[in-house]
């Protein structure tokens, strides 16, 4: 099975939704999962997970709600009609 990798371009929550779907399919140990989590990151993600201060980390809950924290900057949201006519 392949988790795919993340680098903070796309959308984290659903990425996170993804992995973690995959992850409790083959995997019922939250501990385990915390593990595996973080070898999909890659770049500026990878990055921002090394320099978190030890013991700063829960569990995979707390992993998945910093992760989209710390990168929600990235997620697009769709405009509607009102918001494109207001443009001037």
Request: hydrophobic share 35%.
């Amino acid at each position: 099975m392949s988790l795919g990798n993340y680098d903070g371009l796309t959308n984290q929550k659903e990425y996170v939704q993804n992995v973690r779907i995959s992850l409790e399919l083959i995997i019922q140990d939250y501990d385990s999962m915390c593990k595996i989590f973080p070898s999909t990151f890659r770049g500026s993600v990878h990055a921002w997970y090394n320099n978190l201060e030890p013991n700063s980390i829960e569990g995979l809950s707390d992993l998945c709600v910093k992760l989209v924290a710390r990168f929600s900057t990235n997620i697009t949201t769709k405009k509607t009609s009102i918001e494109l006519f207001s443009v001037a």
